[in-house]
């Protein structure tokens, strides 16, 4: 195993910025993942680049959402949605898909797999 933290073994900021995307191309396109989609916006651009603001940080990389939003925190902008075992499993099908889309090394899936669980996790509000 590497030294390397998430951000630098999925490429640095474009290698992030590449995840992000596939991330919300994924979202947008596949049919299960219609009751997350229905979540955003018609127009994704402005959550993509929240999402690779808070995912620089996240990984390991410049903290670009904090320094923009003045924090990390993710739960009060979820909770107006219903969040539930369901939503968070095609939350994380979505990003292993977007992983997979972006050819991620083993070593950084398996870094990232269990912290990424416990985020989506920690959105739930609903129990079903």
């Known amino acids: 195993m590497s030294d390397k933290v ?11 910025r ?15 993942a219609k009751t997350i989609r229905r979540m955003h916006k018609e127009n ?3 959550i993509r680049q ?3 603001e808070y995912m620089s940080a996240w990984l390991g990389g410049p903290p670009l959402y904090r320094d923009k939003y003045g924090g ?14 369901q939503e968070r499993d095609m ?16 070593e950084a899936k398996k870094m990232i797999d269990r912290p ?6 920690m959105l739930r509000n609903r129990d079903n």
């Open 6 to 16: 998430p951000y630098e073994l999925l490429g640095g900021e474009k290698g992030v």
């Open 116 to 121: 990424l669980f416990n985020v989506a996790d």
């Open 44 to 46: 994704l651009d402005e």
């Open 72 to 85: 990390m925190c993710i739960t009060d902008p979820h909770r107006p949605f219903a969040i539930g075992p």
């Open 50 to 52: 929240k999402f690779f």
């Open 18 to 32: 590449r995840l992000c995307d596939a991330f919300y191309d994924v979202v947008d396109t596949l049919p299960e």
């Open 91 to 106: 939350w994380l099908y979505c990003m292993t898909k977007a992983l997979e889309h972006i050819g991620a090394s083993e």
